[in-house]
């Protein structure tokens, strides 16, 4: 069973977290392990696992990067260990910023460095916005073919995590 469904509400990349909270309160008070004590230990087990379940799945939604990921392996478009070719236009654009990252690497100059993180922080506003843009369409045409929303999905999702480890060489 799959969060989403744990939590009776539809796939999204968005979704309500006002009710997300409100299922999981819930499902904590039935499923709290201390409520089954006198239980036999196969059900006291049942109780654990849903209780782990709970804590699980409301830590993944109300994360809005995990969810990305966890509705792209829910929908069999992302892959444990994948091997993803992003773009030859964004790694060409990614190879400057690189040859700027090396450059920093030798000749330290905070200006410049400011000045990359800038550049850095501009071009990861521009994937963040469009994949918002795209997971809200996604959102709102349910039921509709969605695979080529979520291909798009998909690679602005490996260019966000291309993005984060340059921002963590910084």
Same mark, same amino acid.
């Given at each position: ?13 968005n ?6 909270? *409100?299922k ?13 004590i006198?239980e036999?230990e196969?059900? *006291?087990a ?5 209780a ?6 409301? *830590?993944?939604?109300? !994360? ?5 990921s966890?509705?792209?392996?829910? /929908? ?8 993803? /070719?992003l ?18 690497e030798f000749?330290?100059d ?17 994937? /963040?916005?469009?994949l918002q843009?795209?997971a809200q ?8 073919? *969605?695979?080529e929303?979520?291909? /798009?999905?998909? !690679? ?6 291309y ?7 910084i």
């Amino acid at each position: 069973m799959n969060y989403f469904e744990f939590y009776g509400i539809p796939v999204s990349f968005n979704p309500d977290q006002q009710l997300v909270r *409100q299922k999981f309160y819930e499902l904590s008070k039935r499923y709290h392990p201390d409520f089954y004590i006198n239980e036999s230990e196969e059900k *006291q087990a049942e109780v654990l696992e849903l209780a782990t379940l709970n804590n699980k799945a409301f *830590q993944l939604l109300k !994360d809005p990067r995990q969810i990305v990921s966890y509705v792209l392996k829910l /929908t069999g478009h992302l892959a444990d260990g994948e091997q993803y /070719t992003l773009p030859q236009g964004f790694l060409m654009e990614m190879m400057e910023v690189n040859e700027a990252l090396m450059e920093l690497e030798f000749d330290a100059d905070e200006k410049k460095k400011a000045e990359l993180a800038e550049q850095i922080s501009a071009i990861e506003k521009t994937v /963040t916005d469009h994949l918002q843009q795209l997971a809200q369409s996604y959102d709102a045409s349910a039921g509709n073919d *969605q695979s080529e929303q979520l291909k /798009t999905i998909k !690679d602005l999702y490996y260019r966000m995590k291309y993005i984060a480890r340059l921002k963590e060489r910084i």
